[in-house]
């Protein structure tokens, strides 16, 4: 049975035969073992030199080794150790183009476990061959990804964690990885510049100024547009460092340049800035947008304000306004959530109390007013646990009063509809212009009802908060109501409605401003069309291939055989065109239902309404917010990182924008970087 065990233990040699190993005991048969196949046969040969003597030879680098079937002295033990050691040079030679690389060495120097005596590979997991370039492309995806320091590949934690790893891998510098990060960006953004090319209609632009510790500005430009398939993008389309951020003529140098880098001119329809743009900047803007861009009805959709820098003015208003009371709720708030045991003892009073509230104490970061609102709305639903916490605890003595308690009511009563309006700015993809006619609509009725209120502290704020929402209604009311007129369940039902509710006796004025508006732009769709992009031309070919004959078709459309038609189209176009608007405006509006897709529903509509559709397709896609996600709710102006200010600005601009670009998707990846030092 110890001879069996041995032989049935042995690792086959390719091409000798199971015959010389089967024993002929017939009981013994059953408890045969499955034979192994050793790794290194895929690397060597077995020959015969003489009678009774075999050697291995390496298919390499052709060295011979004694070899010895069975033998614990001459077996596959120092046949492995040639490779995996890398003693084999003609393998170290080829390890770039080897498909079957074998098992990383180990070096006792990096420390970690002994590796196994012996690996198999089983076929479900291959062998995958090391590559350096495709490497120093996934660091520089890895720190653009999760903003970490270019510096990582030079400290001594990542060279040491990277050394176990793949102990082939080339150490990187800060210039490598440094225009291995600009390379990445230059392919993710000539896939975008591919990508918009094809894009039929016109693009809006937000404006959003940051500072940093060195005096200089950075202007984030961001790019909204809506594709062939109507699906609405935005995308950062440059970051341009401004060295006097104060200068009239620093927002005009960053435009100036995303248009050109990007090809824009004439292509658009929208400004909004992030913050307030002065006279002298406005007028000093001007000029360059008229050379430019075609001034779309007469530049009055071009220069916005940002609905969330509004409301988040407001909410600041109603933050300084209750400073006191929140510094007491905070200061509860706080000695209820730094001690575990305070929590503890918070707990079992809510529940001998039966409170319902469902909601959690937490502290607010006083950077954003939104966890502040919901730091009072929490604590108010709790007041009951916070008034009765130092009978259980005597050292609480931070106990709001109940005059406390109800000025916190108040104070959210003013921040609950700014609070809902600005979370549809993080909660969806869907244009976002028509749903905020509504939403400032009804703010300013409620701001409206406060300011008649007798309690001199509601109506002294509210007539603030609503002085800053009627500024912001009188700059966008028109590309507001433009855009609810492109939605078919409303047009200008409700833009008479809420008109007359808010402006009374002088509503028709204004409903005629909006209505003439809508009709003066639509004429300049008719008269000025944006030249076809190749993604437009194909729709456009494909529906005519689809109706008419295409060798009869080719030789009427070619030439100038219609040009006498062509005069004629264009002397009749605009009447025909403005019916094409007013047969929208006149039929039936749809029903009201929650979820609806306005740009689904115009791509459906687009040839019944060709010209309407694509001035729907423009205003739609106007952003009423130039701030990011992440920045909805900030009371102070972004700054940008120290790190990130002592880089240069070719750099920051390459980190920041391709990580927006591969959030949304990369382009296939190059083994082949595009080598860049600094």
């Keep these: ?243 006097y951020p104060d200068s009239h003529s620093a927002l005009s140098h960053a435009i100036a340049a995303c248009l050109s880098d990007w090809s824009l001119e004439g292509k658009l329809f929208s400004l909004t800035f992030n913050h307030p743009l002065s006279e002298a900047g406005l007028e000093n803007l001007r000029p360059l947008l008229c050379v430019k861009n075609p001034l779309i009805l007469n530049g009055q959709l071009l220069i916005r304000n940002c609905i969330a820098r509004t409301m988040s003015s407001m909410a600041k208003d109603v933050l300084g306004a209750g400073q006191e009371i929140i510094k007491k709720i905070r200061d509860s708030v706080k000695y209820v959530k730094m001690s575990e045991s305070h929590d503890d003892k918070f707990i079992q009073v809510k529940n001998q109390l039966q409170v319902p509230s469902e909601k959690s104490l937490f502290l607010d970061n006083q950077t954003q007013w939104n966890t502040t609102y919901q730091m009072l709305a929490a604590a108010s639903e709790l007041k009951e646990v916070f008034d009765c916490l130092d009978t259980y605890d005597p050292d609480y003595k931070l106990a709001p009063s109940m005059e406390d308690w109800k000025l916190a009511e108040t104070l959210c009563s003013f921040l609950k509809p700014l609070f809902d309006a600005a979370s549809i700015l993080t909660t969806t993809t869907l244009p976002t212009v028509i749903t905020f006619f509504y939403e400032v609509w009804k703010i300013h009725v409620d701001l409206g009802r406060s300011i008649t209120c007798e309690d001199p502290f509601i109506s002294n704020l509210a007539k603030s908060m609503q002085e800053k929402i009627d500024k912001y209604r009188k700059d966008c009311s028109l590309v507001l109501a433009m855009a609810v007129v492109m939605d078919p369940r409303f047009k200008m039902k409700l833009v008479e409605f809420s008109f007359t509710k808010i402006y009374g006796e002088d509503a028709p004025t204004y409903i005629k401003t909006v209505d003439d508006g809508i009709h003066e732009l639509f004429l300049e769709y008719v008269a000025l069309p944006l030249p076809l992009t190749p993604t437009y031309a194909e729709e456009v070919n494909g529906a005519n291939n689809g109706k008419t004959n295409e060798s009869h078709q080719g030789n009427l459309l070619s030439d100038h055989g219609l040009a006498d038609f062509d005069v004629y189209i264009m002397e009749t176009n605009s009447q025909q065109m403005k019916s094409e608007l007013d047969q929208y405006l006149e039929e039936s509006l749809l029903p009201r239902v929650q979820e609806f897709d306005v740009l689904g529903w115009w791509k459906l509509n687009k040839m019944k309404y060709p010209t309407l559709s694509k001035m729907a397709r423009d205003i739609l896609s106007i952003p009423v917010s130039a701030a990011a996600t992440e920045s909805i709710f900030d009371i102070t102006d972004k700054q940008l990182d120290e790190y990130r200010s002592s880089l240069r600005p070719e750099t920051v601009e390459a980190l920041i924008c391709a990580k927006d670009w591969l959030h949304y998707g990369s382009s296939d990846v190059s083994n082949a970087l595009v080598r860049m030092e600094f």
Aim: aromatic share 10%; hydrophobic share 35%.
């Design 1 to 243: 049975m110890t001879e069996m065990t041995e032989i049935t233990d042995m690792e086959t040699i390719p091409g000798e035969s199971n015959n010389q190993l089967a024993l002929t005991t017939p009981e013994a048969q059953p408890i045969k073992r499955r034979k192994k196949k050793s790794m290194v046969w895929e690397y060597f040969t077995i020959e015969n030199v003489s009678a009774g003597c075999r050697r291995a030879y390496c298919k390499r680098c052709k060295q011979s080794f004694a070899y010895s079937t069975g033998s614990k002295v001459a077996g596959t033990s120092h046949l492995k150790r040639h490779i995996a050691k890398g003693t084999c040079r003609a393998l170290l030679r080829g390890q770039g183009q080897d498909n079957n690389q074998f098992i990383t060495p180990y070096n006792p120097k990096m420390g970690g476990s002994e590796p196994p005596k012996r690996r198999y590979r089983s076929p479900s997991s291959p062998f995958i061959p090391f590559d350096q370039d495709r490497c120093r492309h996934e660091i520089a995806r890895m720190i653009i990804m999760h903003e970490y320091p270019l510096h990582i590949v030079e400290h001594p934690g990542f060279i040491a964690f990277v050394q176990n790893l793949q102990p082939q891998f080339d150490k990187m510098s800060f210039n490598t990885v440094q225009g291995d990060c600009v390379a990445t960006y230059l392919r993710e953004k000539q896939s975008l510049m591919n990508f918009i090319e094809g894009i039929p209609g016109r693009f809006c632009l937000t404006l959003d100024m940051w500072s940093s510790n060195q005096t200089l500005g950075y202007v984030f430009i961001t790019g909204h547009f809506v594709d062939s398939d109507w699906k609405l993008h935005r995308r950062v389309f440059n970051v341009v460092m401004e060295p």
